[in-house]
């Protein structure tokens, strides 16, 4: 569905004619966001809404505004002041890594990594979570390792081999700006405003291949696993043994989210 969106000349040369063109005919603008004038509330399907590219000395950020507010526009920016930027859009704090909606201990943080998956024969683009140590319910003991029952509960699915896609997650995206990964978001509290459920201290650069694959499904796959399920894989065939080693163990989990930002 079209959105109500304001691309400005300006804009359209920095994303180029093709983003430019899928942000108007909806295919990667948010329906519901945080205007970065103003921070209310505003929603594209329903009043004109201005993009509006935030630019520093090595990254850019689109972020949305009313249209009432401020017109569709390029801002440069100092890049320390762009994580700002990337804040307002996301409604995350100066530093969401952790996953705070799990309730997790504050020793425990995500990491995450990228990567093509093989499923039915198709390349599809992926993230991979895993903790940096065990995650605990708020009041549990130390040791505990809640991670995974807790996004089973959010709505993650087992997955138990690598053969099917994960069924999509309402409310669940992935935020890439500019070609660089920003954030998982996640729903607000009583369907609100998005806000981080991972978050990088700094855009994280993905591949050519992983980005074309994303803007042409418009959905990446999320796996989330125990800690020291996956660590670190050089290689996406060698990722791809390790999410089937804890797809068959049991500790793992996975969501279908579609993609968000540019």
């Not at 709505?155 to 138990?160: A, D, L, N, W």
């Not at 999509?168 to 935020?175: C, D, E, I, M």
Request: net charge negative; hydrophobic share 40%; charged share 15%.
């Amino acid at each position: 569905m079209p959105r109500m969106l304001d691309v400005s000349d300006d804009v359209r040369a920095e994303i180029g004619n093709e983003e430019a063109d899928r942000l108007l005919a909806g295919d990667s603008a948010p329906g519901s966001y945080d205007c970065t004038s103003c921070r209310t509330q505003g929603d594209s399907d329903l009043e004109r809404t201005s993009t509006v590219l935030f630019v520093g000395d090595e990254t850019a950020v689109l972020a949305f505004a009313h249209a009432s507010c401020i017109p569709s526009q390029v801002v440069q920016v100092a890049e320390e002041q762009l994580q700002g930027a990337v804040r307002s859009i996301t409604g995350g704090g100066p530093d969401s890594r952790g996953a705070g909606p799990t309730g997790t201990s504050d020793q425990a943080v995500l990491g995450i990594t990228s990567g093509l998956v093989l499923i039915e024969g198709q390349l599809h683009p992926a993230l991979v979570v895993e903790p940096t140590g065990p995650i605990a319910r708020p009041g549990a003991g130390a040791g505990t390792d809640e991670f995974l029952p807790l996004l089973v509960e959010q709505g993650f699915e087992p997955v138990g081999d690598l053969s099917r896609m994960p069924a999509a997650l309402p409310g669940w995206s992935v935020l890439l700006a500019m070609g660089q990964l920003h954030a998982v978001l996640q729903p607000g509290t009583g369907g609100g405003t998005p806000v981080s459920w991972w978050q990088a201290h700094q855009p994280l650069q993905v591949t050519d291949g992983w980005r074309a694959a994303a803007n042409k499904s418009s959905t990446v796959l999320v796996f989330a696993a125990s800690v020291g399920s996956i660590g670190q894989q050089p290689r996406e065939d060698l990722l791809r043994i390790a999410l089937a080693k804890a797809a068959a163990n049991g500790t793992l989990v996975g969501a279908a989210m579609p993609l968000a930002g540019t």
